[in-house]
C-alpha cells in the first residue's frame, strides 16, 4: 500500500470489484425506485434494515447469508407498512410517515448493536461508514478459489437482481408508469412492489459491507437520478446507472486510497461529482445547454437589432446607434459577415445587411399592423412586443401576415412596410 | 448511588440544556412537518457533518461552537444544493432529497475518516456526531445550546400565524401579500439551526427524528395549531431528557438512539390509542359504520321479503338481529318481529330523507352523511335542517 | 338483466351489470346502492357534478377501490374472468409524464394482457400497436418521449393503448378533460369506430353541454343513481334539476338544448 497504483495489488483490486459488482446491483434496483417516487423508501429501507441484520445475526446468522438477508427483507417490509399505516391509517404525511418509520428502526439497530457488541461483529462505525478497505481479507472458497466472501455477496445478489427484473421487467415498466391501469389490466402491481422492496433490502445487505447504511442511499439513487437526465428510455436509464455506479465504484475506491479515507464516502462524492457533470451538460435541458441556446438567441437578437436599428437610422425614422459592448460586439460580427462596411467613418448597411435588415423591420411592422388591428392596445404599446416578436417570425408567417393586413397599408404608426427581400438567409426561414 | 452519578452539576445542566433543544425542536418541527418540509431537515442533518469536519480542520480545536457554526454552514449549502436541483433539473423532489442527503453525508464522512486516519489530536471524538453524545458536552457549550434553542422556540411563537398560514394555503398567503418566500426562508433556516443544535443530542443520521416524531405524536391528539406546537414541544423535550438519562446510565450507548426510541415509543402510543385520530378509534368506528350499514341493508331485504344472500359477516349480524328481537325465524327463512318492522320503516325515512337533502343541499348531504345513515335532524345544525326542509318542499 | 345475459356468449353485446354498488370512504358513502345495467354496443356516458363519484364508480368496476357492498360483473362473469377484455383508459393526471417511456412503449402495455408473463412483445404487437397509433393519428410520433406531446395527443396515446388491448369493453375516466377540440372530435371518431365493431364504451364525462350529442345512453349520477337510460329520456329538466339543483344557469341552457335537440354555448 506504500506507493505505485493500488490495483496491482490483489487485494485492492477485490476490495474495487466487490465495490462495482454491488454498486451495479444497487444501480439497477434504484433505476426502478426512482422512476417510481420511491426513493426516500429506498432511504428508509437502507436505514431500517439494520435491526433485522442485527437480529438475524443475534440468532447465529452470518454476514451475508440466508438468515440475515431474511432479516433485511423483514424488516424492509415493516418500513413500508410502517410508512403506510401512518400515512394511510393516521394521517400523516408521507415523508414525515417515512421519517419516523427509518429513524425509529435505525434507532433500534444502533441501541441492538450497542446492548450486543459483544456477540455482534458490528460496531457503529461499520454500521455507518461499511468496511471496504478490509472486503478482500474475509474469503470463502469458491472452486478452489478464494474469492471475497463480500463480492461474492455482491455478485448473487446482481445476478438475482437483473435476473428478476429482466424476467418482469414489461410488468416493472407497466406498474411504474401507469400503476391503475396496470392493476385494471390484471398486472400483480402490489407483488412487483413487495419484490422491489425486496431486491431493496437485498442489494442494501449487500452495499451494508462496502458502504454502510447511509452511503447506500447513495449507490441506489444518485446514479438513477444522474442517468435520467441523460437518456429517456427506462432500459437504457438502468443498464446507464449500473455503469455509471461502477464507475463511480472504481474512481471512488481509487481516489480514497489515494487520499487515505474512507472508500464509502469518496464513492459517493464521486457519484455526487457526476451528477453535478450531468446536470451541466445533459442534453436538451442540462445547464450549459440552456444557458448556450439562450445565448446563442441573445447573440442573434443582439446583431438583428443592430442591423434593424441601422436600417431605421438610414429611413431617418430612428436616430443614435445603440450602445454597449453586446451591440458594439454585433457590429463588429456583422462587419465580419459582410452585413455592415465602414465608409467616410460611418457605419453603413451593403446589400446583403439591407436585405437582412428589411427582413426583420418587415416582420416588426407587420405585427403591429397585425395587433393594431386584431387586438384593442393603444398605440404606444404595439412597439414593445413586436420588438421582441420580430426575432421569431418566419416567411410563411410574414405572407400570412401580410395577407391579412395588406401590403399596402403601412404600420399603425403610418411608415411603410418594406417588401419582402428576394433573399432569404438560411436561419431565417 | 446511580442519582449520585447522575446529579452532577454538569449533568443536570446538560440534561437541562437538551431538554430545552427537545422542546425547541419539537415546536420547529411541527412547523416543518405542517409545511411537508420534515425531510430536507434529514438532507441537512447529513450535510452537518462536513461541516464539522472543516471546522475542526479550520481550528484544529474541538471546541462545540465552532463546529456547530461549520456544520450550519454546511447544513445551508446542503440546503441550497437541494433548492437548486428542484428548480432547475427535472430530478423529482424524493429523489432530489436522497441525493442530496446521501452526496453530503459521503463528503462528510469522507472527511471525517480523513482527519481520524491522520491522527490529528483530539479528531477522535468527531464521530460523537454521527449519533450524538452528550457525554462530553461542558455546562458553557449547554449554555449556548439551551440560548439557541429558546431563541428558536420564540421566533415560532412570534410567527406561528404566518408560518400556520403559509403551511395551511401558500397560494392564498401569496395572494393575500404575505411573503411566502422569506416565510419559508426563516422556516428552512430554523430547521437547519434546530439540527445544528440538536447534534450533540442525536447525531447527524438520527436528529431528524427530534424534529419528525414529536409532531406526528402530537398530531394525533390535536386538531389545532398551536396546542399541537405545544404538545410537540413537550413530547420533544421529554424524550431528549429521558435520552440523556439513560445514556447516561449505560456506558457506550449514545444519546441519539435514546432519544429517538423514546420519541418513538410516544408516537406509538399516540397513533395507536388517541381518542379521535387513533387507530383503534378508527377501526371501532369503521366496524359500527359496517355493521349499521349491513343492519340496513338486511332489514330491508327482510321488510320486502327478500331473501338475505349474503356472506359470514350477514349471518352474524342476522344472529344478533335474533337475539336483541328485531327478527325471528320464519317458514321460509327470516321475518320481521313488529319492533324490526318499525326500525325498518325508521331507516328508509331516513333514507328518503337523505336523497331529499342530496337534491336540494348535496354538500350538506356530503358532509354529513355517514354509512351509520344518522337522522338528518341530529347531525346538521337546526337552522339549515329546517332551512334545508323547506327547500326540498319549495322544490317540485 | 338476467344470468344467461353474455357469460361468454360473443354473440350478444357486451354488457357490464352494478348491483346494489355502494363504495364508502372512511365511513362516508360516495356511491350508494347504485344499480345500473349498460348493454353495448354503444357509447355510454355517466355525467353528474364534480365529486358525485363517477370516477369512483369506474375504479369500483376495475377493483381499484374495494366495495362495501354490491357485485359488479362484465358479460356475467366477475372481472377477474374476463379482466383481458376490460380496457381501462385512466385520467390523464394520474400518470407521470416526465416518466422514461416512448409513446409505442405506452401502446405496447396494451398489448402485455396477451403476451403473458415473461414474454416480450413481439413483431405481431409491435404492428399491431403501429396500427393502433394510426388510428388516433399519431403514427409519426411512435418513438418520442410521452412528456413531448401534448394534452390531447397524450389522450390519444391512452386511447392507443386501449386499443391495443383489443377489449369487449371500455372504460375511459374523463377523456376529454384538458383536450383540444381537435383531439375531442377524433376521440369520439375512434369510439364511434368502437362502437359499430359491436364494442361497448363507457366514458365518465364531466360536461354536460357535450353530453346530450355524443352519447347514445347516459347514467346521471350523484352518490346515488337519479336516472339512466337513453340520453334523451335521461336528460330531462326534471332528472337534471335533481342532479344540478346548485346550479341554475347550466341547467336553463341544458334543457333548452335538449329540448331543441342542439347544444349549449
Known amino acids: 500500500m506504500t506507493s505505485g497504483w493500488p490495483v496491482i495489488d490483489p487485494l485492492h483490486a477485490w476490495n474495487i470489484a466487490t465495490a462495482m459488482v454491488v454498486a451495479a446491483g444497487c444501480g439497477l434496483v434504484g433505476s426502478l425506485l426512482v422512476v417510481r417516487r420511491m426513493s426516500l423508501l429506498g432511504d428508509a429501507i437502507s436505514h431500517a434494515v439494520l435491526p433485522g441484520i442485527v437480529l438475524a445475526v443475534i440468532a447465529g446468522g452470518r454476514p451475508g447469508g440466508g438468515l440475515v438477508m431474511l432479516g433485511a427483507v423483514a424488516a424492509a417490509v415493516l418500513t413500508a407498512w410502517l410508512t403506510a399505516g401512518l400515512t394511510a391509517g393516521a394521517g400523516v404525511a408521507e415523508d414525515a410517515g417515512t421519517g419516523v418509520a427509518f429513524t425509529t428502526l435505525f434507532a433500534l439497530g444502533v441501541v441492538l448493536v450497542s446492548a450486543f457488541a459483544s456477540r455482534v461483529d458490528l460496531d457503529a462505525s461499520c454500521v455507518l461508514y461499511g468496511e471496504l478497505e478490509l472486503a478482500a481479507f474475509d474469503t470463502v472458497s469458491v472452486a478452489g478459489w478464494e474469492v471475497p466472501r463480500g463480492f461474492m455477496i455482491g455478485g448473487l445478489v446482481l445476478v438475482g437482481v437483473v435476473v428478476a427484473m429482466a424476467v418482469t421487467w414489461k410488468e416493472q415498466v407497466f406498474a411504474a408508469f401507469d400503476p391503475a391501469a396496470a392493476r385494471a389490466a390484471g398486472v400483480p402491481v402490489a407483488m412487483l412492489s413487495l419484490g422491489l422492496l425486496a431486491a431493496t433490502a437485498v442489494t442494501t445487505v449487500a452495499g451494508f459491507g462496502v458502504a454502510g447504511a447511509v452511503l447506500v442511499v447513495a449507490l441506489l439513487v444518485v446514479p438513477a437520478a444522474t442517468a435520467e437526465l441523460l437518456v429517456d428510455r427506462l432500459h437504457r436509464l438502468a443498464i446507464l446507472a449500473a455503469v455509471i455506479g461502477m464507475l463511480a465504484a472504481a474512481i471512488g475506491y481509487l481516489a480514497a486510497w489515494r487520499l487515505n479515507t474512507s472508500a464509502a464516502g469518496m464513492i459517493a462524492v464521486v457519484l455526487g461529482g457526476g451528477y453535478v457533470l450531468a446536470v451541466l451538460v445533459a442534453p436538451g435541458d442540462g445547464l450549459l445547454a440552456r444557458v448556450c441556446s439562450a445565448s446563442a438567441l441573445r447573440w442573434r437578437v443582439a446583431r438583428e437589432d443592430r442591423l434593424a436599428s441601422m436600417w431605421r437610422e438610414a429611413e431617418g425614422t430612428a436616430g443614435g446607434g445603440s450602445a454597449g459592448p453586446l451591440a458594439w460586439l454585433a457590429t463588429r460580427a456583422l462587419t465580419i459577415e459582410g452585413a455592415v462596411e465602414r465608409s467616410a467613418g460611418r457605419w453603413r448597411l451593403t446589400a446583403a445587411g439591407r436585405s437582412r435588415a428589411e427582413t426583420i423591420v418587415r416582420s416588426h411592422r407587420l405585427w403591429e399592423a397585425w395587433l393594431g388591428r386584431n387586438v384593442e392596445l393603444p398605440l404606444d404599446h404595439l412597439h414593445p412586443p413586436a420588438e421582441w416578436v420580430e426575432h421569431h417570425i418566419g416567411r410563411g408567417v410574414r405572407e400570412r401576415l401580410a395577407a391579412e393586413v395588406g401590403e399596402q397599408a403601412g404600420d399603425p404608426h403610418g411608415r411603410a412596410i418594406p417588401p419582402e427581400s428576394a433573399r432569404h438567409r438560411a436561419g431565417d426561414g | 448511588m446511580i442519582l449520585a452519578t447522575l446529579l452532577t452539576y454538569n449533568t443536570i445542566v446538560v440534561a437541562a440544556a437538551v431538554g430545552a433543544v427537545g422542546l425547541a425542536a419539537g415546536m420547529v418541527g411541527a412547523l416543518a412537518v405542517l409545511r411537508r418540509r420534515a425531510l430536507a431537515g434529514d438532507a441537512a442533518a447529513h450535510g452537518t457533518l462536513a461541516g464539522v469536519a472543516l471546522a475542526f480542520l479550520a481550528t484544529g480545536r474541538r471546541e462545540l461552537p465552532w463546529l456547530l457554526l461549520g456544520g450550519l454552514a454546511t447544513a445551508l449549502v446542503t440546503l441550497a444544493a437541494l433548492v437548486f436541483i428542484r428548480r432547475w433539473t427535472r430530478t423529482r423532489d424524493d429523489a432530489a432529497t436522497a441525493l442530496v442527503l446521501g452526496v453530503s453525508f459521503g463528503v462528510g464522512v469522507a472527511l471525517v475518516t480523513g482527519i481520524t486516519a491522520r491522527g490529528l489530536p483530539d479528531s477522535a471524538g468527531l464521530e460523537q456526531f454521527l449519533l450524538g453524545h452528550t457525554a462530553a458536552v461542558t455546562a458553557t457549550d449547554a449554555a449556548l445550546l439551551a440560548a439557541c434553542a429558546v431563541g428558536a422556540a420564540a421566533l415560532v411563537v412570534l410567527g406561528l400565524k404566518e408560518a400556520t398560514l403559509v403551511a395551511f394555503d401558500d397560494a392564498f398567503a401569496a395572494a393575500a401579500g404575505w411573503p411566502v418566500a422569506v416565510i419559508d426562508l426563516a422556516l428552512v433556516g430554523l430547521v437547519a439551526v434546530m439540527v445544528v443544535v440538536g447534534l450533540p443530542a442525536a447525531g447527524a443520521v438520527l436528529v431528524t427524528a427530534l424534529l419528525v416524531i414529536p409532531p406526528v405524536a402530537a398530531r394525533q391528539w390535536t386538531e389545532r395549531v398551536p396546542s399541537l406546537v405545544t404538545l410537540s414541544a413537550v413530547i420533544g423535550a421529554g424524550a431528549a431528557l429521558a435520552g440523556v438519562v439513560v445514556s447516561g446510565l449505560v456506558p457506550r450507548l449514545a444519546t441519539g438512539p435514546v432519544v429517538v426510541l423514546a420519541c418513538a415509543a410516544v408516537c406509538a402510543v399516540s397513533v395507536l390509542a388517541a381518542p379521535e385520530r387513533g387507530w383503534l378509534a378508527r377501526r371501532r368506528r369503521a366496524r359500527w359504520a359496517d355493521a349499521a350499514w349491513r343492519e340496513s341493508r338486511i332489514l330491508a331485504a327482510l321488510a320486502a321479503e327478500r331473501p338475505v344472500a349474503g356472506d359470514a359477516a350477514d349471518n352474524a349480524l342476522l344472529r344478533r338481529l335474533i337475539a336483541t328481537g328485531l327478527a325471528e325465524p320464519a317458514t321460509a327463512g327470516f321475518r320481521l318481529t313488529v319492533a324490526g318492522r318499525e326500525r325498518a320503516v325508521e331507516q328508509a325515512r331516513r333514507r328518503a330523507a337523505w336523497e331529499a337533502i342530496l337534491v336540494v343541499a348535496p354538500d350538506d348531504a356530503r358532509a354529513f352523511l355517514t354509512m351509520e345513515v344518522p337522522d338528518p335532524a341530529t347531525v346538521i345544525d337546526p337552522a339549515r335542517h329546517a332551512e334545508i326542509t323547506r327547500l326540498s318542499r319549495t322544490t317540485p | ?265
Open chain 3, 1 to 265: 338483466m338476467t344470468d344467461s345475459a353474455g357469460s361468454g356468449d360473443a354473440a350478444a353485446g357486451p354488457v357490464v351489470e352494478f348491483h346494489d354498488v355502494t363504495v364508502a370512504y372512511s365511513g362516508r358513502p360516495v356511491l350508494w346502492n347504485v344499480d345500473l345495467v349498460i348493454t353495448g354496443p354503444a357509447v355510454f356516458g355517466i355525467v353528474g357534478p364534480n365529486g358525485a363519484g363517477k370516477s369512483t364508480l369506474l375504479k369500483a368496476a376495475l377493483g381499484l377501490v374495494p366495495l362495501a357492498g354490491g357485485s359488479i360483473r362484465f358479460d356475467g362473469a366477475p372481472l377477474a374472468a374476463v379482466r383481458h377484455l376490460v380496457g381501462y383508459v385512466p385520467q390523464r393526471e394520474t400518470v407521470d409524464w416526465g416518466f422514461p417511456v416512448s409513446v409505442m412503449d405506452v401502446v405496447l402495455m396494451g398489448t402485455y394482457g396477451r403476451v403473458g408473463w415473461f414474454r416480450r412483445p413481439g413483431h405481431r404487437e409491435r404492428e399491431w400497436s403501429a396500427e393502433c397509433l394510426r388510428r388516433v393519428g399519431l403514427a409519426d410520433l411512435a418513438g418520442r418521449q410521452i412528456g413531448r406531446l401534448s394534452g390531447g395527443q397524450q389522450q390519444r396515446v391512452f386511447l392507443a393503448r386501449a386499443l391495443a388491448q383489443r377489449a369487449r369493453i371500455y372504460l375511459l375516466d374523463e377523456p376529454m378533460a384538458g383536450v383540444d377540440a381537435g383531439s375531442q372530435e377524433m376521440i369520439f371518431g375512434v369510439l364511434d369506430g368502437l362502437r359499430a365493431e359491436g364494442r361497448l364504451i363507457i366514458v365518465v364525462h364531466h360536461d354536460l353541454r357535450s353530453a346530450a350529442s355524443w352519447f347514445d345512453g347516459v347514467a346521471l349520477i350523484d352518490m346515488r343513481l337519479v336516472a339512466a337510460g337513453p340520453t334523451a329520456s335521461v336528460l330531462t329538466p326534471k332528472n337534471l334539476r335533481r342532479t344540478y339543483a346548485g346550479q341554475p344557469t347550466v341547467l336553463e341552457e341544458l334543457s333548452r338544448a335538449v329540448a331543441t335537440g342542439g347544444r349549449t354555448p
